[in-house]
């Protein structure tokens, strides 16, 4: 069965440091991974996704995450992090191929609220 | 603009009531979702739609009915709620759902609050 894992249900940062928010997954076969960004009273929007190749991905506002097959994880990063980047961030994956039916749909972790302090 | 809109954006409603949430995509996409948000919950995905035909029904008790009379408009018609269901629902389209690197688009969401 595909599952998400986010362990931290917060994490707090300082304007300007780096950010890690973590996710590892497991799904049969190859995984399609997606991160979305929620903003209070909107819904959840794309950040970025890996589909295959190189294993850091880059996407919308400075944010970038690393897959790595090994340690089944897809942590996103920002090397330096701004106040405008508190938000809800949902790690998400599906299993690679053509699927109908439940096997394709995406599972999504639970969440991890971002809080970074001036 | 993410080019899905809901409406509306907040719904309060007693438990005997009939209402109805409205879904909109201008993406031009095949494939329309409903999800369900609740606190400290993982998001809960409760119907899928390919090309206006049901593809997904996830166990949702029958006080949800869904509609998608073309693959630019979805509804969940509600009546006699519980005070459980309030949540945000969101509602979310992608191009097809056997292509599966390709990303979801969300609304905003209807805060649904049963009194």
């Known amino acids: 069965a595909q599952s998400v894992a986010q362990p931290e249900d917060q994490v707090n940062v300082a304007e300007g440091n780096p950010l890690t928010v973590k996710c590892t997954y497991s799904?049969?076969?190859?995984?399609?991974l997606f991160w979305y960004v929620q903003y209070p009273n909107r819904g959840l929007q794309f950040l970025l996704k890996?589909?295959?190749?190189?294993?850091l991905v880059k996407g919308s506002y400075g944010f970038e995450a690393e897959f790595n097959k090994s340690q089944t994880s897809f942590h996103l990063k920002k090397p330096s992090a701004l106040v405008s980047d508190s938000a809800l961030y949902f790690c998400?994956?599906?299993?690679?191929?053509?699927?109908?039916?439940?096997?394709?749909?995406?599972?999504f972790g639970k969440g991890t609220k971002l809080s970074v302090k001036p | 603009e993410t080019g899905v809109t809901q409406t509306p954006r907040h719904l309060v409603m007693g438990m005997t009531n009939k209402k109805s949430l409205k879904c909109e995509q201008h993406?031009?996409?095949?494939?329309m979702y409903w999800y369900k948000q609740s606190a400290k919950k993982p998001l809960e995905l409760m119907f899928v739609?390919?090309?206006?035909?049901?593809?997904e029904n996830n166990s949702v008790p029958s006080r949800f009915s869904p509609e998608c009379p073309n693959s630019s408009h979805l509804f969940l018609h509600l009546h006699t709620l519980q005070p459980e269901d309030s949540a945000l629902y969101l509602c979310?389209?992608?191009?097809?759902?056997?292509?599966?690197?390709?990303?979801?688009?969300f609304g905003d969401g209807t805060r649904l609050s049963i009194l």
């Open positions: 890996y589909i295959t190749g190189d294993n």
């Open positions: 799904v049969s076969g190859n995984p399609y």
């Open positions: 739609y390919s090309l206006e035909e049901r593809v």
């Open positions: 993406l031009g996409h095949n494939a």
């Open positions: 998400a994956v599906r299993a690679s191929g053509n699927y109908g039916g439940s096997q394709g749909n995406l599972i």
């Open positions: 979310a389209s992608s191009q097809e759902i056997q292509y599966s690197n390709q990303p979801q688009h």
